[in-house]
């Protein structure tokens, strides 16, 4: 190219290299196996179910890279009527309130058992200034849109994947990844 005029052109041969391994000789081994997990049970009314088991359907199937965060607000986002959330009792400032979202941090809080039990970097995490129902003491991830996250980070070589479901009253969440 050093060669060619201003405003010159040149045609070259275009090579296509396939790669050895496809997406789909990957696929068939990602997620094969249960780094950890954690069932919690889900009390109260039936508007916090809800919020609980929206949360779930919005944060399941989320895959993290080698590297790469989670973030619970970043991916279950604001807590609004228009997105589905409806009132429920939150604990704000040490008092019950009647909240849009209400129950959410049960979703963080069962998160962040399952990536303790992956053994997963624990970025960022605030506890409950009360003890929880759903988890053991002290095992727990508070989240308030804006204000408090629950983040924790994929140190391992593979990609992962979170599966969170609701049956009934209880709130299982997997993570799923590659052991090696």
């Not at 696929?27 to 088991?53: F, H, P």
């Not at 008092?95 to 963080?108: H, L, N, P, Y």
Request: proline share 4%; hydrophobic share 35%; net charge negative.
């Amino acid at each position: 190219f050093e060669s060619m005029a201003w405003g010159e052109t040149q045609d070259l041969d275009l090579i296509i290299t396939e790669p050895e391994v496809t997406l789909a000789d990957l696929e068939s081994q990602l997620y094969q196996d249960t780094l950890g997990t954690c069932s919690t049970n889900i009390s109260g009314t039936e508007n916090r179910v809800k919020n609980i088991a929206l949360a779930a359907q919005i944060f399941n199937g989320t895959v993290l890279l080698p590297g790469e965060e989670f973030s619970y607000n970043g991916v279950v986002g604001s807590r609004q009527a228009s997105r589905g959330f409806l009132p429920a009792p939150a604990y704000v400032s040490g008092q019950t309130v009647q909240e849009i979202g209400g129950g959410v941090c049960q979703g963080s809080s069962t998160i962040y058992l399952a990536a303790l039990r992956a053994n997963l970097e624990i970025v960022e995490r605030y506890p409950h200034g009360y003890i929880t129902r759903y988890v053991p003491d002290g095992m727990d991830a508070t989240v308030y849109y804006g204000v408090k996250d629950f983040r924790f980070k994929n140190d391992t070589p593979f990609p992962i994947k979170i599966v969170g479901s609701v049956s009934g009253r209880t709130l299982t969440v997997n993570i799923l990844g590659t052991k090696h």
